[in-house]
């Protein structure tokens, strides 16, 4: 059963930092995979943030391109969104999600594109 499980949320004042991460299992996939992070804020849109796939190729999106950094230790089975110069804008629930993906990530940045999901994890950054 496939299981993707998120840790690492929490309060932080702006400008400070978070690490994220994510564990997906037993992905029928997990040879050619995506994985990604979302985020949604109260009364908007989720949006993507930040993907990776199997070989190590990666996006961003532009909000946050500087700032954070996504990572994988395939060991470990476990994905890590480094967040750091956070900002307020940042507070929202990430969601860690993955996909079958035989291409670059770059291709799979809309939420309706993702097949296994997380239940969250809430960021909230103070000004």
């Known amino acids: 059963q496939v299981q993707v499980v998120e840790s690492g949320g929490g309060l932080v004042q702006a400008g400070g930092s978070l690490n994220l991460s994510c564990t997906a299992s037993e992905l029928p996939y997990h040879n050619n995979a995506a994985i990604a992070w979302f985020r949604q804020a109260p009364g908007k849109e989720r949006e993507g943030v930040a993907a990776i796939n199997t070989y190590d190729s990666t996006w961003l999106a532009a909000s946050v391109k500087g700032r954070f950094t996504i990572s994988k230790d395939n060991a470990k089975n476990t994905l890590t969104l480094q967040m750091d110069s956070l900002k307020p804008e940042d507070t929202a629930r990430y969601f860690c999600?993955?996909?079958?993906?035989?291409?670059?990530?770059?291709?799979?940045?809309?939420?309706?594109?993702?097949?296994?999901w997380g239940q969250g994890t809430q960021v909230t950054v103070s000004s």
């Open positions: 999600a993955a996909r079958e993906c035989r291409g670059n990530p770059a291709l799979y940045t809309n939420p309706a594109q993702y097949t296994d």
